[in-house]
């Protein structure tokens, strides 16, 4: 009889565990909207990001 009870306990532990499986899926719902709001970052600088050297381009020289 006490054999009977232990066997009933790992049983009963799986079906718990599938509705809580569920439940990760509905949280993932509140994330898709998160990266629909553009945060209003300011774009950096192409100048400090990319410095354009004035050398690399030899514009001047026309021979």
């Known amino acids: 009889m006490r054999r009977a009870i ?3 306990t ?4 799986p079906p718990p565990q599938e509705p809580r499986k569920r439940t990760t899926t509905k949280w993932c719902w509140p994330t898709t909207p998160a ?7 300011p774009p950096p600088p192409p ?7 004035p050398h690399s381009r030899p ?5």
Do not use: I, Q
Request: charged share 30%; aromatic share 0%.
């Open 6 to 8: 232990p066997t009933r």
């Open 10 to 13: 790992p049983t009963s532990a």
């Open 35 to 41: 990266p629909t709001r553009p945060h209003p970052t």
């Open 47 to 53: 100048s400090r990001s990319r410095p354009t050297k």
């Open 59 to 63: 514009a001047r020289r026309r021979s």
